[in-house]
């Protein structure tokens, strides 16, 4: 199995681990234990989980670091990334200022801590890892995404 399968079991795993394993996972979808356990498992390239029952399982993992597990994964495997958009109506003036507020936060993190790891050393995956970079990065391509969404909205007459 290459190394993305691979990928998308681990994150079939942690989708099913934030349910509470697989016979809580296995009440609120079509397939049985057996089944997820099979699609989880790194050993079983023959069984991956179907779209429908990570459709019933993914929002049930929501509070698992990572969420949604599978959908990021797909969405990284495809050459994008998931950014949850803010809730329908979440756009009044005051969230637009919180959200411009975390977007200029969030970029001017990731921009400083390029900066300091450049200025001390070379980019390796070690720096990266140690000073949480792409986390850092990753959190301000969310804020810009939230804040578009917001302004978007606002446009169309959302507010």
């Known amino acids: 199995m290459t190394p993305e399968l691979i990928a ?21 979808c079509r397939v049985g234990k057996s089944v997820l356990s099979d699609n989880q498992n790194v050993n079983r390239a023959d069984s991956f989980v179907a779209i429908d029952v990570v459709a019933c399982l993914e929002p049930l993992a929501r509070q698992r670091e990572g969420w949604p597990h599978v959908t990021r994964w797909l969405c990284r495997r495809n050459g994008g990334a998931f950014v949850e958009l803010p809730q329908p109506g979440a756009a009044s003036g005051s969230d637009v200022h919180a959200a411009a507020a975390r977007h200029a936060k969030e970029s001017s993190e990731i921009t400083a801590g390029l900066f300091s790891a450049l200025s001390e050393t070379r980019l390796t995956p070690e720096c990266v890892r140690q000073r949480g970079l792409a986390r850092e990065a990753r959190e301000a391509v969310e804020a810009a995404v939230q804040l578009l969404a917001m302004l978007e909205a606002i446009e169309a007459g959302g507010e």
């Open 8 to 28: 998308g079991k681990r994150a079939t795993a942690e989708m099913i681990k934030g349910v509470g394993g697989v016979e809580a996972s296995a009440e609120f």
